[in-house]
Every structure is written in structure tokens, then in C-alpha cells.
């Protein structure tokens, strides 16, 4: 059906262009011919309009009215227009115009939703404009004519602005995204002949142009209403005309088109003013109304440009100084007044405090809830806080994704800000219901008040209370900590550490150590794990001290790189030299940030060929904290890095609570009991209760397990008599530098002539 009526469409759209190049040269007899087809074919598409594309029945009788109109204006004669005027044919053609007016606010409505203030005032400019030519052009010089009336003489100049008012709206319904649809053309070129039409009988009537271009506007008018046929019988009609408003709105055109039309309409009547002179009183009277009119609108439309101005440049402000999502003053706006504050209370006994909230663990909450609800979330939270500071006259601020700050500038100590922060904390603890889910919320705060003795700025007072906010999130979850000097000094020396690491390596400071691992039956050296020791000057840095910030700045991937294939290398060669026997394996720590990297397997395949190591020759060491941090991520990881023949331990056994579900779901082959166990194995009680059953249960699963921190012989015997069959720790050996590694392998071998493993052995035997 669609390709019929779409064919049917196009050949009323080469009617409505044979009617105007046809219907001029016709006499009487053929306009009527033309006149009785252009009735048929509106009827008929007026049908399939309806029935078959669905559209309001508002267009339709537009274009019923448009061709009632041919019939009446048949009937009266009015197709061989003349200089005769009358108010029939004149109000028959105002109703015609005003019926397809609305449905073209209609159409333009359902294509871009409401017109703008400006829009409507931009409109009636046009239309008045219009309205005042008319007048000058048209109306007032019929209602000269003695045999004219003024009632008359209106009807028949009023079609002028309506006209002009149809090429506009059809204008911005052309610019509302349906420029590639057909029917928008045929209405486009409907429009424009009905406006030439128009204009051209007008000017007949007043007689500045001969009657014979009568002709003309019959083909104008019969082509115009076959257009419009062509327009609503064609398919995709309904693209047009159906209430859709876009989701995203377009403009009605250009600003730039849209003023220069809005100036042409203006300036018009007012040089037609200017150059011509009134006729009568009644001329006069009208010529001084559309002036001061005119006038009038011209300043409406400045009033209303600078306050919309005014409006936007008070949206940009906002937008400047208040967060998007939750309406609260942003970080700049925080920091206004905070200024504000410190100016008014630095001679007072006032002591303003700052709390600087991070939300705990709100990553989960986005990576569960996703970014809508997580958004509900921290608006929830935000009318917490605002609810909480209300009590205690503060102000709320959201200084970044899950960061919020509190403004306190009556407080007068530290332990009232406290009280006040205790406050907070409890109104966050509530659960938060966001739709059918339940969130718990908790956040770590920092503390931080101005000081008594000397000024400070708002720089230096938000860095002061992040710091704070910053050591609360490191003592764990849902907790608050005061500022005081000694973390900004601590701060200044893991600034200076994080500023050191990058390049160490490149400066030869990076170094590393080997602490054997024992076979706890012989004494035999059975591996070696490598620890990263950093010398700094003239001082040896432990790695609890520079690791961990290693890991949060990154730094850690290009440490643990270069540790992976330092490690191998000094394996090969001491295995290549004799030094250790070609069994020895090397067992490498690996932190979080190197299991997230997704180029971890390579580079420890790189390794592995760069030192020719044997892969089943390399222990990569996790602890469970990294795996449950991505559980996914690590299990992909492993399983690809356990694929190329590299054996995985976990680290520090025992010590968590999901060790038990780590050795089911991810490919481990060896524990280490932490030395927090080993340290009491030796005596009766709970620890060697506890190794025992872990040793049982390593066996029983076909596990490889080690023992560390193994420091005095008793501790020793115990493990070997439960079965731990390897060991490491300071009795064994300390960690001892690359230069050092033969004479401690030499000494270790001394070591097996030693009573408790030669003991051991003779039991055995």
C-alpha cells in the first residue's frame, strides 16, 4: 500500500506543476476542468490520509477547506479575478488560511514540542510586519476606493499575513529534522505559491497590477492545493504530522535567519511610512498606532533579550558554583566561603572546622547499582548531610564524585567539631532505600580546625582536613580523624618517597635480596625468594616503607617488571655457575596493581625468555586481599599465567577469611603459612592446632607447603614433625644481597650436617 499511495503522491506533485504552467493559458472552461480534478483528488487523499497513514484529522480539513474554497470561489467567479472587491470571497479565503495555519502549528508542535518566548515574539514581529504592509499596500488603498468598504477591504488584505505566517511556520517545520522527507517539499512548495498567489491578487485588486495576471494566481492556487494533496497521500506523511515530539529539540532555524527576517519585517513598514504620506485621518490615526507599536515590540523584544541574558549568564554562575547532580555549592563556591569565613572570624574566639567526607567503598556501590542509582545514592546522601549540618549551622559542599564537605563556622574546638562529626556519622549510618534496593552508606571523615596561633588560607585549610580524611580511610572504614601536624609531616615524607621511587631504578638504586627456602627434613636449599630492598643513600629502605606507596602511585608495575626479570636472571646464573642446583626455584611477590595490569602475562613470559629460565622454575606469590579486591580479573590472569607452566603460592595462609574458597576457585599450587601461626607452633595450643590442620589439609589437596618466619630450632623441629615439608625465616637465613649468595648456599650446606636434621635423617632411616 505504501509504495501505491507513494507513487500516487508523485503524480499529484507533476499535476500540481502541469497546473502551473497549464492552467494560465486556460480559458474559463479548463479552470473549471482543473478545479473539479483538484476537489477529487483532496477528497481522495484526504481518504487515504486518514484511513490507511493515520494522521489528524486536523490536516485533512485543511486541505478540504483549501479546495472548498476553488468551489465557492467558482461559483462566484472569483478564479477571473478582477478589481472587484468583496467581503464572500475574502472571508472564505481568510478561513482557508487559518484552517492550514493550525494544522501547521500542529505539525511544527509534534515535530519540536512548545515555541520559545522568543519564538512567539520573533512570530508576532513578522505577523505585525506584515499586517502594517498590508495595510499600506493593500487595504488602505481598496478602502480609497469609493465603491469599497473597510469591512471588505481588511478581509481581503488579512490574507497577506496569514500568508506570511504560513511560510514561517513551514520554515520551521523544515528545519525540525524532516528536510529528506518528500512530503516536506510538496508543503514547502504549496505554501510558496499560495504566498505568491496571495500577493499577486492583492496587488490585482489595488490595481498596480494588470487583471490579466489573474491567470497566474488560478495556476498558483489549484497547483499550491495539489501539492498538498501530494503531501498527505504520500507515506511517510506521518513523519511530519505525528505527535513525536524529538528528544532532543531542534532550533526553528537559525538565530542569525530568524533576526535578519524579524529586522526586514520591521524596518519595511516603517521606510514604507517614512517614504509615503498618510491619505486620510483614519490612515494617520493607523500610521502613528503601527509606529508606536512597532516601537513597542522593538523594546519588548530588547527587554526580553536581556533578560534572557541575564537568565543565562545566572545559569552559567550556577553551573560554575553548584554541582549538577545534587544542587550543592561545588569546591569553588566552597572555597568563596570559606574565605568569606576566615575573614570574618580570625579575631573572634571562633574556631571554623572543616570535615571532609569520603564515601567508603562507593565504587561498589556504582559497580553493583550502576551509575543511575548510584547517582540517587549520593543525592540521598547529600540531603543526609544537609539535614545533619542544619543542627549545627554548616554548610554542604560536594568537592568531588564521592567527597563532600562540611563548612562548620560556629564551632569553637576541636571536640565540639567532633560532637558535630559524630552527628554526621550517625545520620549516614541509616540505611538508604533507593527504589526496591537497600544501601548501607559509610564514610571516613577528616577533621580539621583553624589554628589558634597564626592564620591560614582556604588552600592550605581543605588540604589539611583531606589529609585528615585521607588517614581515617586508611584506619579503616567509618572513621574519623583530627588533623594535627604530624600527618602533614608524614604526608611530606610519602611525597618525597613517592618523588624518589620514579627513576630509582634507572639510578641504580633498586636492589635485591634472596632468602632461601629449606627443605625441613635434610637442610637441602630447595628455592629462593627475591625481596626488593631500595638503597637510599647511605641507608637501606625497607620495603613496609616505599611499597606500599609504590602501589598507590603506580609505580609498582615498573618495580615489580623490573624485580620479575632481575629475579630470573640472577637464577640462571647462579644455576649456569654452579652456585645452586639446576631444581632451585625463584619465588617473586606480585602486588595488586601488577595482577590488574592485563599485560601481566606477557611480561612474565618476556622474562622468562629474556633469562631462559624454565617457567616451572618460577613461584608467583598472591595474597588473597588482591584477589577478592577483582575476582574475575585475577582468575583470568592466573589462569593464563598458570598456563605457561609458572606455578602459583598464596602468600601469608591463613590470615584471611576466604583463604578456604581461594584454593577452590583459582589454580594454587603451594601455601606459605604466615609467620603469625608459625610463632607459637612450637608450644601446645591453638597455633599448632591450627598449622597441623593446615599441613593436613595441604597434603590432602596435593599442595606444596611452606612455612615463614621460622626463628628458633624448636619451631623448626615442630614443622618438620607435623609434616610442613619446606621453611623459611632469619634461623634459616636472612635476606641476603646478590654478592652474598654463594657464601650463604656454602653455609646452608654446612647447615645439614647440623644434629636436628642429621637427627631427623637417622630417624627416618
Given amino acids: 500500500m505504501e509504495r501505491v499511495t507513494g507513487g500516487i503522491a508523485w503524480a499529484f506533485a507533476s499535476c500540481a506543476l502541469l497546473a502551473l504552467m497549464l492552467v494560465p493559458l486556460a480559458g474559463d472552461r479548463g479552470i473549471q476542468v482543473a478545479t473539479s480534478m483538484v476537489i477529487l483528488t483532496s477528497i481522495a487523499a484526504c481518504f487515504v490520509a486518514v484511513k490507511f497513514h493515520r494522521i489528524n484529522v486536523l490536516y485533512a480539513l485543511a486541505l478540504v477547506t483549501a479546495a472548498a474554497y476553488l468551489v465557492l470561489s467558482a461559483l462566484f467567479d472569483e478564479l477571473d479575478i478582477t478589481t472587484d472587491v468583496r467581503w464572500q470571497p475574502g472571508l472564505s479565503n481568510m478561513l482557508t488560511n487559518i484552517a492550514i495555519t493550525l494544522a501547521l502549528i500542529t505539525a511544527v508542535r509534534a515535530r519540536r514540542g512548545p515555541f520559545t518566548t522568543r519564538e512567539m515574539l520573533d512570530g508576532a514581529s513578522v505577523a505585525f510586519g506584515a499586517i502594517a504592509v498590508s495595510w499600506l499596500l493593500v487595504a488602505n488603498p481598496l478602502q480609497e476606493r469609493s465603491d469599497v468598504a473597510l469591512l471588505p477591504a481588511l478581509l481581503n488584505a488579512g490574507v497577506i499575513p496569514f500568508s506570511v505566517i504560513l511560510f514561517g511556520l513551514t520554515a520551521a517545520l523544515f528545519a525540525s529534522g524532516v528536510q529528506e522527507k518528500p512530503p516536506m517539499w510538496f508543503v514547502a512548495a504549496g505554501i510558496l505559491l499560495n504566498l505568491m498567489a496571495e500577493i499577486t491578487r492583492s496587488l490585482i485588486k489595488t490595481g498596480a497590477i494588470d487583471p490579466i495576471a489573474s491567470h497566474l494566481v488560478n495556476g498558483c492556487i489549484i497547483s499550491a492545493i495539489m501539492f498538498a494533496s501530494a503531501a498527505i497521500m504520500h507515506p511517510t506523511v506521518v513523519d511530519l504530522v505525528t505527535l513525536r515530539p524529538q ?73 560554575l558554583h553548584r554541582d549538577e547532580l545534587t544542587g550543592l555549592p561545588n569546591r569553588s563556591q566552597l572555597i568563596i566561603e570559606i574565605n568569606e569565613v576566615l575573614e570574618a572570624t580570625w579575631r573572634s574566639d571562633r574556631r571554623p572546622t572543616l570535615m571532609q567526607l569520603n564515601l567508603d567503598r562507593f565504587k561498589n556501590i556504582n559497580d553493583t547499582l550502576g551509575h543511575a542509582l548510584a547517582n540517587q545514592v549520593l543525592i540521598k546522601v547529600a540531603e543526609r548531610l544537609c539535614s545533619a549540618a542544619d543542627t549545627f549551622g554548616a554548610t554542604v559542599a560536594r568537592t568531588g564524585g564521592d567527597d563532600f564537605t562540611l563548612l562548620d563556622p560556629h564551632a569553637t574546638s576541636s571536640s565540639q567539631a567532633l560532637v558535630h562529626a559524630e552527628a554526621v556519622q550517625r545520620a549516614l549510618n541509616e540505611p538508604i532505600h533507593v527504589y526496591e534496593h537497600t544501601v548501607f552508606v559509610t564514610a571516613s571523615i577528616g577533621l580539621a580546625t583553624t589554628p589558634k596561633t597564626r592564620t591560614i588560607d582556604a588552600d ?68 629462593l625468594e627475591a625481596l626488593i630492598r631500595w638503597k637510599r643513600g647511605d641507608r637501606i629502605v625497607p620495603p613496609a616503607e616505599f611499597v606500599p606507596i609504590a602501589e598507590e602511585s603506580g609505580v609498582i608495575t615498573t618495580l615489580g617488571t623490573w624485580v620479575m626479570l632481575e629475579a630470573l636472571t640472577d637464577l640462571g646464573r647462579w644455576i649456569s655457575d654452579g652456585t645452586v642446583p639446576p631444581t632451585t626455584t625463584m ?26 629460565i624454565s617457567p616451572s622454575l618460577l613461584w608467583i606469590e598472591v595474597t588473597e586481599s588482591m584477589m577478592l579486591a577483582e575476582p574475575d580479573l585475577a582468575r583470568r590472569t592466573l589462569r593464563r599465567v598458570r598456563a605457561m607452566g609458572v606455578r602459583l603460592a598464596l602468600d601469608d595462609f591463613g590470615t584471611g577469611y576466604s583463604s578456604l574458597s581461594i584454593l577452590q576457585s583459582f589454580p594454587i599450587q ?32 596435593g599442595l606444596d607447603v611452606v612455612a615463614e618466619g621460622v626463628e628458633e630450632i624448636e619451631q623448626l623441629q615442630a614443622l618438620r614433625d607435623m609434616g610442613c615439608a619446606k621453611a623459611q625465616g632469619f634461623l634459616i637465613s636472612h635476606p641476603v644481597p646478590t654478592e652474598a649468595m654463594r657464601s650463604t648456599i656454602r653455609a646452608l650446606a654446612d647447615l645439614q650436617s647440623l644434629s636436628m636434621f642429621d637427627s631427623y635423617a637417622e630417624q627416618t632411616i
Fill in 247 to 319: 528528544l532532543f529539540r531542534k532550533p526553528a532555524g537559525r538565530v542569525s535567519v530568524r533576526v535578519i527576517l524579524v529586522v526586514i519585517t520591521l524596518l519595511t513598514p516603517i521606510t514604507l511610512i517614512a517614504a509615503t504620506s498618510a491619505t486620510s485621518m483614519l490612515d494617520t490615526v493607523i500610521r502613528v498606532a503601527i509606529a508606536l507599536i512597532l516601537i513597542g515590540m522593538t523594546a519588548g523584544r530588547m527587554l526580553h533579550e536581556a533578560a534572557s541574558s541575564q537568565r543565562a549568564n545566572q545559569e552559567i554562575l550556577d553551573r
Fill in 460 to 527: 592550605e585549610f581543605l588540604r589539611r582536613a583531606d589529609i585528615a580524611a585521607n588517614r581515617a580511610k586508611s584506619s579503616g572504614q567509618d572513621c574519623i580523624a583530627v588533623f594535627d601536624d604530624s600527618m602533614q609531616a608524614n604526608l611530606a615524607t610519602r611525597m618525597d618517597v613517592e618523588h624518589a621511587l620514579h627513576g630509582a631504578i634507572d639510578r641504580h638504586e633498586m636492589t635485591l635480596y634472596y632468602q632461601p627456602i629449606v627443605e625441613t627434613s635434610s637442610g637441602e636449599t630447595n628455592g
Fill in 587 to 612: 619465588s617473586v611477590n606480585v602486588s595488586p596493581r601488577q595482577l590488574a595490569d592485563p599485560d601481566f602475562p606477557d611480561i612474565v613470559a618476556e622474562a622468562l625468555n629474556r633469562s631462559g
Fill in 670 to 701: 603451594r601455601i606459605k603459612i604466615d609467620r603469625a601461626f608459625v610463632r607459637g607452633v612450637a608450644e601446645p595450643g591453638h597455633d599448632q592446632s591450627l598449622v597441623r590442620t593446615i599441613v593436613a589439609m595441604g597434603d590432602s589437596m
